[in-house]
C-alpha cells in the first residue's frame, strides 16, 4: 500500500492495513493469515511520525524441539522517519544517540505502508522461537521429542570440566535456604 507525502492533510491521517499472505512485503514471512495493523500519520516538516499497532499469526519453529507452532504477534508502533536526503546531504559520518533508535529513513514522495507493518512484524519475532517456555527440546542420543515422553536413554554423563561450577551452584542453593 502505497500513500503519498502530499496527500497527507497537516492533522494527519489515519490507514488501515491488510496484507494477505502472498503480498510482496510479507514474502519473507510464513504467516498463517492476514497481517492487519492501523496507523495514524503525521507529518512535522518533512520528518513523518507513524504511531499505531500491527497484528498477525506467524508460523515458527521451536528452537529447542524443533516443532512448528504459531505465534499471535501483536505490536504497537511508534517510529519516527526522516528523508534520507538528508542523510546523504550531511555527507558525514553521524553518531547515533538512544533517541535515534526509534527512527528510520524513507526515499522520495511515497510511503509503502505495507512494508512498515512487514518490518514491525519481522522485529517482534523472538530470535530463539519457544513453542511453550518450558519446552523440554529434543534428546541428544535418539533425536525423540521429550514433551512427548521419557527417551529410553541412559541420562548423559555431565561433562566433567563444568564440576566446579555445579559444585558452586549447590554451595549458593545451600545458602539461600
Known sequence: MQLFL????PE?????????PDDPAVRELDIKGPITGSFRIQKIGRQLLVRGH????????CARCLEDFDLQVREEVNIELRPIFD???????????????????????????????AEQIALAIPMKPLCREDCAGICSECGSRRSE????????????????LLRLKEKMKKTED
Open 87 to 117: 542523510l546523504e546531504r550531511s555527507g558525514q559520518e553521524m553518531e547515533l544517540s538512544t533517541d535515534d533508535l526509534d527512527v528510520e529513513f524513507f526515499r522520495g514522495d511515497i510511503l509503502e505502508v505495507g512494508h512498515i507493518a
Open 6 to 9: 502530499d496527500d497527507i492533510p
Open 149 to 164: 515422553g521419557v527417551c529410553k536413554c541412559s541420562p548423559v554423563e555431565p561433562d566433567g570440566r563444568w564440576s566446579d
Open 12 to 20: 494527519g491521517i489515519k490507514v488501515d492495513v491488510c496484507l494477505d
Open 54 to 61: 500491527v497484528a498477525g499469526e506467524v508460523m515458527l519453529r
